[in-house]
């Protein structure tokens, strides 16, 4: 078999891969729809536990929540206090979040700030979202 026919077999078989990723939700981008729960938003954190309905007691693991991107600021700032910050943490600012988005799974490791988290989630359409308490750290 010559070198130019494996070489076209190849580029089907990939171009067919794409294909068939592409047409499923299975694949790195899952379908458009509807997440609720809670968003922890913190300095270069964003975790997004889906499904929940309260504050977590303890720190939920990066690797096992989904990086948040809602880049729709001028919604938020309502709702985000102004310090982020203190002496011991970073704080931990908790909303309960309804949106419509899509989950990303990045081909190269994880999401988010230093891939730390298992995928992205991304707010296309906000639907609610409301603060579940003050600002705090977790282990205070």
Known sequence: MSSSVRAS???????????????????FNGPTREFSGVWLYEFEGSSFVEGASEMPTERP?????????????????????ESL???????????LITF????????????GHLGGWRSQVTVHRPISAERLGPSFCYGD
Do not use: K
Request: hydrophobic letters at 35%; aromatic letters at 12%.
């Open 9 to 27: 077999r190849w580029i089907s078989l990939i171009a067919v891969g794409l294909t068939l990723s592409s047409c499923s939700d299975g694949g």
């Open 61 to 81: 693991p990066y690797e096992e929540t989904d990086w948040l991107e809602w880049t729709d600021w001028p919604r938020l700032e309502a709702l985000m206090e």
């Open 85 to 95: 910050g203190n002496e011991d943490c970073y704080t931990v600012q908790p909303f």
């Open 100 to 111: 419509v988005g899509r989950r990303t799974h990045p081909p190269f490791g994880g999401a």
